[in-house]
């Protein structure tokens, strides 16, 4: 978290993150009127930055703090309307390559004690930067 802090501060605050004892990781998102869209529904956006900021944060997880590793593909297929309640995300890694970093991000209401209904399911890629050669 206090790497987001440091090169994130303007969304930091707008997240919880948890890493259990097995080392798996989920980004909470308090829910509030600036994430509504009418009809009381979370914003899709909202949701996206959800997903996007947990799948960041799995992949420096893996890898270290590298700034500059960018989103280079992203689809959220939306599947229930959450309510006023955080949400949840749980992001998995399924190709970690030297380049690129493939994977998904299911996200839950809070309420779903068991995680078995996603509200929404997000598919991303991310660009990890070449290192740099030291001499």
Known sequence: MSFLKQHFPQVAESFVVRVSDEGRLSVEM???DKHLRPGGTVSGPSMFALA????YLAIL???GPEGLTV??????NFMRKPGLEP????PQ???LGRHLVVGIVLIYA???PMFE???ASASLTYSIPPKQETS
Do not use: E, Y
């Not at 989103?71 to 959220?76: D, H, L, M, P, V």
């Not at 949400?87 to 749980?90: D, K, S, Y």
């Open 30 to 32: 308090p829910v509030n």
């Open 52 to 55: 996007d900021v947990a799948f």
């Open 61 to 63: 997880q893996k890898i």
């Open 71 to 76: 989103t280079t593909s992203a689809t959220i």
């Open 87 to 90: 949400l949840v995300a749980i």
């Open 93 to 95: 890694i399924h190709k």
């Open 110 to 112: 809070a309420s779903d």
């Open 117 to 119: 209904k996603p509200v």
